[in-house]
Each structure stands twice: as structure tokens, then as C-alpha cells.
């Protein structure tokens, strides 16, 4: 699975970006899919995930109820909405995809498939 990561940019605090990311190379119909991010000098961070059918959805802390994960299994792309977003978020945001390790916020970063980053900084 090869994966493209995009819609990153520079918004102010408050803003609101989507994130999407497109696969090819196989269907993603069976896979969890992800995103986590790196803030300079920061160690990586899960950030939210979504599991094969049914769809089950997991956050971090840090951006429950502020962002949402969806997925689009006939365009093979997933998505991040990101909104009332803070300066702490910004950072490079990967996508990434796995066949056996389910939604689990704290093992995205262990996702066998990851997308290029694509860099989000809120700043005013």
C-alpha cells in the first residue's frame, strides 16, 4: 500500500484544516487507518485512528472533540478534519495504514504503511 498524505498548511488558531490520504496499491477496505504526528523536537503522537468495518474511532486526549477521522473505502482515501485548532498542533502529520494491529491510538505509530508528511502550523 502506497500512501499520499496532503491538505497540511498554515491556519490561525481557531482555523480549521482537512487532511486527506489517498492509497493505491491496495484497497484499504481491511485495513485501520491513521494518522500521528511530530512536533519539532517532540517524540512522535498518535493523534486518531479508524478501524475496518464497523468503523470504530479512537482519539488522543489532547484532540478529542476537536478533531474527526473518517474514511471513504470507495475513493481509498481517509480523511482528518481538524477544527478549533491550537497552536500545540502544529506539527508534520502522517497517515498511515495496518492489516493486524486495529485502531488503537497508541499503536499507529507502529503502522506498517506511512504516508509522506504533510507539515500543519497554526500560528497567528
Known amino acids: 500500500v502506497q500512501l499520499q498524505a496532503s491538505g497540511g498548511g498554515l491556519v490561525q488558531p481557531g482555523g480549521s484544516l482537512r487532511l486527506s490520504c489517498a492509497a493505491s496499491?491496495?484497497?484499504?477496505?481491511?485495513?485501520?487507518v491513521g494518522w500521528f504526528r511530530q512536533a519539532p523536537g517532540k517524540e512522535r503522537e498518535g493523534v486518531s485512528c479508524i478501524s475496518e468495518y464497523p468503523d470504530r474511532t479512537s482519539y488522543s486526549d489532547s484532540v478529542k472533540g476537536r478533531f474527526s477521522i473518517t474514511r471513504d473505502n470507495a475513493k481509498n482515501t481517509f480523511y482528518l478534519q481538524m477544527d478549533s485548532l491550537k497552536p500545540e498542533d502544529t506539527a508534520v502529520y502522517f497517515c498511515?495504514?495496518?492489516?493486524?494491529?486495529?485502531?488503537?491510538?497508541?499503536?499507529?505509530?507502529?503502522?506498517?504503511?506511512r504516508g509522506q508528511g504533510t507539515l500543519v502550523t497554526v500560528s497567528s
Open positions: 498511515a495504514a495496518d492489516l493486524f494491529l486495529g485502531c488503537r491510538v497508541d499503536g499507529i505509530t507502529a503502522y506498517d504503511y
Open positions: 496499491g491496495n484497497t484499504l477496505e481491511f485495513y485501520a
